[in-house]
């Protein structure tokens, strides 16, 4: 169950050998691909990573069912909110809540994350309201939570081009703290955390990003959500190796982990961290996962994907294998599990009401805000759409009446 890692000094001189050998199949999860939780809910080993395992107490790992059960029933509260006509789209993140919330709990305070749009697990792990991440998705808010409180960024839409964004805030945090050490500040020292899937690592952007965190030695942690799929496009055709093989040629350690593994997940993130943290630069981390789901509510998986792949990944569900061991070790009795399927419940019943007493904008704001001063074209727009307006006035009652 542990990698078969072989015991030739890595690149990074941590003597770990984190490459997988060249030309394997992408979709072959390999002997180098690091597990700790297997599907049978039974813990492995491995040379580096079991310490990492070592340091979770069993608080921690109810911890960690309870948030990835929480946020599995928000998924589904905001699906059903989309299908109500609550929200204008959904994109759920079934079946990946061991690779967000094992990522997402490695973090620390100080720590910068910068999503992608399916983070709603990590999102959950920096306290981020998760009812405010709906506004986004209701049309009714370019963001809907503040970054600064919680060093969460806003989701980017714009495939990868948050990775672009994560290596220059790392090298502005480690500008800083350079000179807050020359001012013998003693604050604990901080990483950027990038989120990407595996279709947006073809984009250009990954690769500039890539580079010029190795030049400059930054400190962020490249992590890729290897979910299999990029809409209808299978990862097959992203890369014909490991994504995890890439870093390689940047000069920096690529880590495979099994995404449904939290255990693994978590301790591979705190090893990246730390390598980050202290200034021994970037490191990719590849989540082996699999989106479960459609990619967004506007998606029919049926149409290009079998259910027999489906099948298969459900047999290895992040949440069913740490149940089992909770269970078979004793540390999560049945009071346990009805409590967090309450809280779900609880936190459901919370997403539900806020979003259906969200207000709308009024929509003048948005000409208000294209400049900074008024400007005859967007006067002139702005005219033209209260015309247009102008035109319902009356439907409603006029419907009402029918
Ligand atoms: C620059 C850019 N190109 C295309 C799109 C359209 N698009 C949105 S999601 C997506 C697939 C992304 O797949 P992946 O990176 O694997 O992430 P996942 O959705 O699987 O989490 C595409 C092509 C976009 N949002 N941005
Ligand atoms: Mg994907």
Redesign the pocket.
Known sequence: MGSTQMPTPGIDGTGLNLQSSAGEATGDPAAEMIQLLGPDGKLGTDPVFSDYAKRLDPEQLRGFYADMAKVRRFDQEATALQRQGELALWVPLTGQEAAQIGSGRATQRQDYIFP?Y?EHGVALTRNVDLAELLKLFRGISNGGWDPRENNFHLYT???AAQTLHSVGYAMGIQRDQKLAEAAGSNEPKAAVVAY?????SS?GDVHESMVFAASYNAPVVFFC?N?H???SVPTEVQTKIPLSNRAKGYGFPGIRVDGNDVIAVHAVTEWALEHAREGRGPVLIEAYTY?VGA?TTADDPTKYRGSDEEHAWRAKDPLDRLEKYLRSEGLADEAFFEQVKLDGDKLAAHVRSTTQNLQSPDIRESFARVYAEAHPLVAEELAWFEEYSAGFEGDDEQEAGN
């Open positions: 992608s399916r839409l714009v495939l990407f899937g595996d279709g947006a984009e959500q979910n799929w990029a809409i989106r990619h």
